[in-house]
């Protein structure tokens, strides 16, 4: 990439015919736009780690604790709301900058805090961040990203979130383990180590800010904007010269009307929204239905409430965040083989058998101390069940979603549909959140057995309303106006 915002041309590629091999370029810039997710991933899970050491510091109780731990989902759904308009209006790139300022913000107030209401400020602030990352970045990509790649290249933007929670429980794990008494112990650069956890952040946030200054422009932006010889530079850079002209001119007619786009926009015969937004916005919040980030955020808590150490508790969370990165690559690869429904159909009944063994071993566990506590045949059931669970979400639902939310809308109505959606499944991920601790104070297993609900419910839902979109191209969506729609 050049320091001006471009990629530079590969050597021994032929004026009149492009970059020799424009997939990389598309790759390159969808990995530095996916950098966002990853900033997503690590600045939702960094708490894992600091939830009992906030708890104990600040002695809060629990439902204060699920609003400290949720409160970063109500910024999420804010900023996910306003990421597409705005991205509409100044362009996905500026977005992105603003997002990587909000991480640095969130980050450091985060680490600084002194109670749990400016916590509470600044993980809201960090979810502005989080929410407007979830939409621009899969838009960005979808829309550098040539058809017959795109699949794969969307998924990036779930790898790199996984990537992120990875990153963040690890580091976690680590700054516990030097640190004098675990996350409530003392850094041995100074302060409490659970502050530590938090100012890990500020590292990647720099370096997205920085990357997004070297990115260039999303083209179906630019042609939107009427800049249409800068798109043409940039799909230089991804395609072959010779088809440039015509992605340009096909742009252009999926791009009839040249107001801003409105939220009227969205409205269609039935409740309020058009089918296809409505296909969006449940897949959204049935993949927060199903319970995932109950793993993401509570994990390490979890384990210690079933009688793991906190140590164990870390490095389980930890087991369960590889096993998510390794299965979305699993996903990468197969996602533009075998298309997108049969992955979400087979992801739902991973899900629903996987959570139904962790509902019967929480629900029959004996109680100890008003705790219920696994045996030497119900603990590693659990856990092989709780990965395989993970294992059916990164290989399915994780990814597919976030590459359906980018290349399932219209080019007219896709960045304020994906806010639609966006912000619903923050909401359903903060509802999923905050109700955790009080839901399982009354049983695990009560817990449990209502996201096997969910996960049954998704695979019909599929079944029954939910297009694939293997292969198609962007400026194809128009016809996807109904959810009977099939390839």
């Known amino acids: 990439m050049t320091a001006s915002g471009g990629i530079a ?11 020799a091999r424009p997939g990389a370029v598309a790759l390159l810039l969808a990995s530095a736009a996916a950098v966002g997710g990853f900033l997503f991933g690590f600045d939702s ?32 759904a804010l900023g996910a709301w306003v990421a597409g308009p705005l991205g509409d209006r100044v362009g996905r790139v500026r977005v992105m900058l603003i997002t990587a300022l909000l991480f640095v913000i969130s980050a450091l107030g985060s680490a600084l805090a002194v109670g749990p209401a400016d916590l509470i400020v600044w993980r809201i602030t960090g979810g502005l961040a989080i929410g407007a990352a979830s939409v621009i970045a899969p838009a960005y990509i979808a829309e550098v990203a040539p058809a ?5 290249l969307g998924s990036l933007q779930q790898l790199a979130i996984v990537l992120g929670i990875f990153t963040a429980l690890v580091a976690d794990y680590v700054i516990a383990r030097v640190s004098d008494g675990g996350a409530s112990g003392r850094f041995p650069l100074g302060g409490t180590a659970w502050r530590w956890m938090f100012a890990s952040e500020l590292v990647p946030a720099v370096l997205y800010g920085v990357i997004a200054l070297t990115i260039p422009e999303s083209p179906r932006y630019l042609v939107k904007k009427r800049r249409t010889d800068e798109a043409r530079d940039v799909l230089r850079r991804v395609m072959r ?7 340009v001119e096909e742009i252009s007619r999926s791009l009839a009307e040249a107001r801003p786009v409105r939220l009227s926009d969205l409205r269609g015969p039935r409740l309020g929204l058009l089918p296809i937004v409505w296909v969006g916005v449940l897949l959204s919040v049935f993949q927060q239905f199903v319970g995932i980030n109950v793993i ?3 994990s390490t808590s979890l ?70 506590v ?27 979603v976030w590459v359906m939310l980018g290349e399932m809308f ?15 499944q923050w909401i359903a991920n903060f509802l999923i959140t905050t109700t955790f601790p009080a839901i399982s104070g009354v049983s695990l297993g009560l817990a449990y057995g209502l996201y096997t609900a969910f996960s049954v419910s998704a695979l019909l839902f599929v079944l029954r309303a939910v297009p694939e979109t293997k292969g198609r191209e962007l400026e194809e969506m128009d016809a996807l106006t109904s959810p009977r729609a099939r390839a």
């Open 9 to 19: 041309r590969p050597q021994g590629s032929p004026e009149g015919e492009g970059p």
């Open 45 to 76: 899970s960094v708490i894992n780690g600091a939830v009992e050491a906030v708890e104990g510091q600040f002695d809060l109780t629990p439902f204060v604790v699920g609003f400290v731990v949720s409160s970063a989902l109500l910024g999420c």
């Open 148 to 152: 017959r790649l795109r699949g794969r």
């Open 241 to 247: 010269r010779s088809e440039v002209d015509a992605k």
């Open 296 to 298: 993401f955020y509570y």
């Open 303 to 372: 384990w210690q409430s079933v009688g793991f150490s906190e140590g164990d508790a870390l490095f389980t969370s930890v087991i369960n965040s590889l096993v998510n990165v390794v299965f979305t690559l699993v996903a990468i690869a197969l996602i533009d083989r075998i298309g997108r429904r049969p992955l979400l159909l087979g992801g739902a009944a991973g899900m629903a058998v996987s959570l139904g063994v962790l509902a019967v071993c929480f629900a029959t566990a004996p109680v100890v101390d008003g705790e219920p």
């Open 374 to 400: 696994l045996g030497d045949v119900a603990g590693p059931v659990a856990l092989v069940a709780a990965n395989t669970f993970v294992a059916s979400f990164a290989a399915t639902w994780g990814p597919v």
């Open 410 to 424: 219209s080019n007219f109505i896709r960045a304020s549909a994906l806010a639609v959606a966006a912000a619903a």
